[in-house]
């Protein structure tokens, strides 16, 4: 008996054994798509900034998440520096509080807080439509200034630019033209050219390379046209009207930079990528800036044409 029951253990113990292998492993957890690289510890801007640019987001490109949160994926993207856009939810904390000229001193400073804790520099803040009101606009022109900003980007009515002229010099804060797509006041870059002539050079463009194809023009034609008066870009690479991973869409984005070089640009040059959202959006927009880095290397290894 004792011989039988040991050899009812073994071959209980090969059973079993048998069934575990048996069974299907256990399934690998799927990689999550499009996850974005933390670039923050590894970029190399320093070609760019050599150029005089520094490349930026404008924070609509994260309007998924917060004012906090945008500044916070800006940082982990290796961006130095932020344009705020009006009307985004401050922080999770304070949903109910909306980025621009309402915001009470507290929330600002809180704001400020986040920006420079961050490594992060908001240095525009935009899209503002200014009417002939000048008590409206000193109200976001002071804004601006108690955030310390370099440019306003905003789409004046025709009827207001001496009021928003005259805040310029005022304030010594710029304002920079947006065009967005027809039917647009300034969808076309004769239009801004015409609002800015014999006024101050704190006056000029916020050029949208996106937008200018949604409108029938050729983005590197528009570039050239407005020369000496490009302020600061919203930045884009887009397809059949959408956003694309810069170089891989139809608006040569590679010719686009070799432009802003050989006019000497020196400013902000702004991520603004209107498609997608989470990990998906954080990919695509690192890809841009893998994209953006790699021109302004090669760039700099040669002098403007």
């Not at 509080?97 to 240095?123: F, I, M, N, W, Y």
């Not at 009417?131 to 022109?141: C, L, P, T």
């Not at 040059?269 to 994209?291: D, Q, T």
């Amino acid at each position: 008996m004792p011989v039988l029951r040991a050899c009812l253990l073994v071959i209980g113990a090969l059973a079993a054994t048998h069934a575990l292998r048996a069974q299907p492993p256990e399934p690998t957890p799927p990689a999550k798509p499009d996850a974005a690289p933390a670039a923050s510890a590894s970029r190399d801007d320093s070609a760019a900034e050599g150029l005089g640019w520094r490349l930026g987001t404008q924070a609509w490109t994260f309007r998924d998440r917060t004012a906090f949160e945008a500044v916070d994926t800006a940082h982990r993207l290796g961006l130095k520096y932020i344009e705020l856009y009006p009307g985004q939810p401050l922080s999770p904390d304070h949903r109910d509080a909306k980025v621009g000229p309402d915001l009470t001193p507290d929330q600002r400073a809180e704001l400020k807080k986040h920006v420079a804790s961050a490594s992060v520099t908001a240095v525009s803040f935009g899209v503002v439509n200014f009417a002939k009101d000048e008590a409206a606009a000193r109200k976001v022109f002071d804004f601006a200034r108690d955030m310390g900003l370099e440019t306003i980007t905003g789409e004046p009515a025709l009827d207001a630019w001496d009021l928003v002229a005259r805040l310029c010099d005022e304030y010594r804060i710029n304002l920079a033209v947006h065009n967005h797509p027809k039917p647009a006041t300034y969808w076309n870059p004769d239009t801004v050219l015409a609002a800015v002539k014999d006024r101050s050079s704190r006056l000029g463009a916020c050029a949208d390379t996106g937008h200018w194809p949604r409108s029938g023009l050729v983005a590197l034609d528009c570039l050239k046209k407005l020369q000496g008066r490009i302020l600061t870009l919203h930045f884009k690479d887009i397809a059949g009207g959408v956003d694309k991973p810069w170089g891989t869409g139809d608006s040569n984005a590679r010719a686009m930079l070799a432009e802003l070089h050989r006019q000497h640009f020196r400013g902000v040059i702004s991520v603004e990528y209107e498609s997608g959202a989470g990990p998906e959006l954080e990919a695509n927009v690192a890809r841009c800036i893998a994209f953006f880095d790699s021109v302004a290397r090669d760039l700099a290894a040669k002098p403007p044409e």
